[in-house]
């Protein structure tokens, strides 16, 4: 079972940018697509983004596109996300996932999750 471990987080002011990262131990991850998503304070966790095991396709949802982008480095087996223009509503918790198959496919959870990296953006 690899093992996820973001960092990255931290406090930031709105419209600043941050990167965070995803490094994974105990097995590859050059197959397998990644994916990260977010829990708000007091909501549930909500999709942000996947990629194909290659990077070569990417996968957003409607409240982060054109604001975060998701990339990986099969080599430093680590998944990143770059975030852009941040806001105040994108203050939870995020989490980093790895799933066992190698592209996205609707409806199929991730296997394996990181133990989550705090983002806060004040206004």
């Known amino acids: 079972q690899v093992q996820l471990v973001e960092s990255g987080g931290g406090l930031v002011q709105a419209g600043d940018s941050l990167r965070l990262s995803c490094v994974a131990s105990g097995g590859t991850i050059r197959s397998y697509a990644m994916g990260w998503f977010r829990q708000p304070p007091g909501k549930e966790r909500e999709f942000l983004a996947t990629?194909?095991?290659?990077?070569?396709?990417?996968y957003y949802a409607d409240s982060v596109k054109g604001r975060f982008t998701i990339s990986r480095d099969n080599a430093k087996n680590t998944v990143y996300l770059q975030m852009n223009s941040l806001k105040p509503e994108d203050t939870a918790v995020y989490y980093c996932a790895a799933y066992s198959t190698s592209t996205r496919v609707a409806g199929v959870a991730p296997r394996s999750w990181g133990q989550g990296t705090q983002v806060t953006v004040s206004s």
């Open positions: 990629i194909n095991y290659s990077g070569g396709t990417t």
